[in-house]
């Protein structure tokens, strides 16, 4: 049995930066500006090879399976890239709703796409409203255009 990291992004992932993957282990990288389709999930070579699947495999996670449809090869917002060694997967989020998970295994980390007065606001609002549980974290990313 092989346990890693999984994050459910929704349609507009990545905010910024590249989102890589590649369609085979060792293949070369792509960028996307998007993440796995409903139904999808990606796997980080190391998890791949840890489970003994190949793309284009299924994978039961709980009551669901997901078709591994790439290979996860960077995120453009995932903390200490290089220090962190655990493996890695991404899903779309409408196929974690799907999941009976205990809420306290479940971390929440909202980026969000706005500017300095947006952002003023969002942090006055916040000061106002308790975390949904202690693991949740509110994180904000500030995208100049």
Same mark, same amino acid.
């Not at 590249?18 to 282990?25: G, H, K, Q, T, V």
């Not at 779309?92 to 980390?109: C, E, G, S, V, Y």
């Given at each position: 049995?092989?346990?890693?990291?999984?994050?459910?992004?929704?349609?507009?992932?990545?905010?910024?930066?590249?989102?890589?993957?590649?369609?085979?282990?060792?293949?070369?990288?792509?960028?996307s500006s998007q993440g796995p389709a409903v139904g999808e999930i990606w796997l980080d070579s190391r998890l791949l090879a840890a489970l003994g699947l190949k793309v284009g495999e299924r994978l039961r996670i709980g009551n669901r399976q997901l078709n591994?449809?790439?290979?996860?090869?960077?995120?453009? =917002?995932?903390?200490?890239?290089?220090?962190? *060694?655990?493996?890695? !997967?991404?899903?779309?989020?409408?196929? /974690? &709703?799907?999941?009976?998970?205990?809420? =306290?295994?479940?971390?929440?980390?909202?980026? *969000?796409?706005?500017? !300095?007065?947006?952002?003023?606001?969002? /942090? &006055?609002?916040?000061?106002?409203?308790?975390?949904?549980?202690?693991?949740?974290?509110?994180?904000?990313?500030?995208?100049?255009?």
């Amino acid at each position: 049995m092989a346990t890693g990291n999984a994050k459910a992004v929704a349609e507009d992932y990545p905010l910024q930066g590249e989102l890589l993957s590649a369609a085979f282990p060792g293949g070369p990288d792509r960028a996307s500006s998007q993440g796995p389709a409903v139904g999808e999930i990606w796997l980080d070579s190391r998890l791949l090879a840890a489970l003994g699947l190949k793309v284009g495999e299924r994978l039961r996670i709980g009551n669901r399976q997901l078709n591994v449809t790439r290979i996860l090869v960077h995120e453009p =917002d995932r903390l200490m890239e290089g220090h962190n *060694v655990e493996m890695r !997967a991404l899903l779309h989020r409408t196929d /974690l &709703q799907q999941f009976a998970a205990f809420d =306290d295994i479940i971390q929440h980390r909202y980026l *969000v796409g706005a500017n !300095a007065q947006q952002i003023g606001a969002i /942090l &006055q609002w916040q000061k106002t409203r308790p975390f949904p549980s202690p693991m949740a974290h509110f994180c904000l990313m500030a995208i100049c255009s």
